[in-house]
């Protein structure tokens, strides 16, 4: 089980402090780079992350919602990235940007926003090691989990199953304590939170909490 905390939700002026705020307790720290354009909504990018790397030895988990992946993403696994996420809907060639990726050092991991199916993507899987699953439209943190979206994640996690593959299924938007145990049960296995750990009083104690239910249901599941 993967707990990444997004940066997203902590305080921009101070991200170093906020890495520091859950290390130890988290396993991921998630970058969300997005570049209003493929979401309408404009983050941090490359300068950040490099300078960022240095402050943490948190793995960082940089989630790209930027258009022309094929161009950028590799800068991010460059920096040290430990996984690099690109969007499905961006990206022309998904297979070889995740080549290019691993080959500068990262693993590579193929996002799937709101309204984009599952099925189109399964043939990708064996040349990913992360998928993730939007739980809510990219963009903007702080909305409403979609429990609909837990469909794609049984797809996925049946289909990488019946082939025997390693994939970390992650789930991202409005992951919290209400919602992270049917993220579980659905076969999920690396967990986005940025509003319920950044917004906690303890950010630490809240990716503890959250790990605690994931393993919970994860195993019922299992
Ligand atoms: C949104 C980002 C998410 C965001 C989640 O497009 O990809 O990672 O930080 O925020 P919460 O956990 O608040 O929904
Ligand atoms: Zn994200």
Redesign the pocket.
């Known amino acids: 089980m993967i707990v990444a905390p ?1 940066i ?1 939700a902590a305080d921009f002026a101070h991200l170093a402090d906020a890495a520091l705020a859950v290390e130890g307790a988290a396993d991921w720290l ?1 970058v ?1 780079v997005m570049d209003n354009h493929f979401v309408p909504n404009l983050t941090i990018g490359l300068p950040v992350v490099r300078s960022l790397r240095r402050t943490t030895t948190l793995p960082f988990d940089c ?1 790209l919602m930027i258009t022309d992946p094929d161009r950028w993403a590799p800068g991010y696994a460059e920096a040290g990235a430990y996984n690099v996420t690109f969007h499905a809907e961006a990206a022309d060639d998904p297979v070889g940007l995740a080549k290019t990726l691993r080959a500068a050092g990262s693993r590579a991991g193929l996002a799937i926003d709101r309204d984009t199916p599952v099925e189109p993507y399964l043939e990708l899987l064996p040349h990913v090691d992360t998928l993730l699953i939007m739980t809510i439209k990219a963009g903007f943190g702080g909305q409403e989990f979609l429990p609909a979206m837990l469909d794609k994640v049984r797809t996925a996690r049946r289909h990488a199953a019946g082939g025997h593959l390693e994939l970390r299924i992650e789930v ?1 938007g409005g992951i919290a304590a209400d919602t992270i145990e049917q993220a579980a049960e659905a076969g999920a296995d690396a967990f ?1 939170a940025g509003t319920a750990v950044f917004g906690a009083e303890d950010p630490a104690e809240a990716v503890r909490h959250l790990r605690r239910l994931a393993e919970a249901a994860g195993g019922a599941a299992a």
Do not use: A
Request: hydrophobic share 30%; aromatic share 0%; no cysteine.
């Open positions: 997004s997203l998630h969300d989630h991202d986005v």
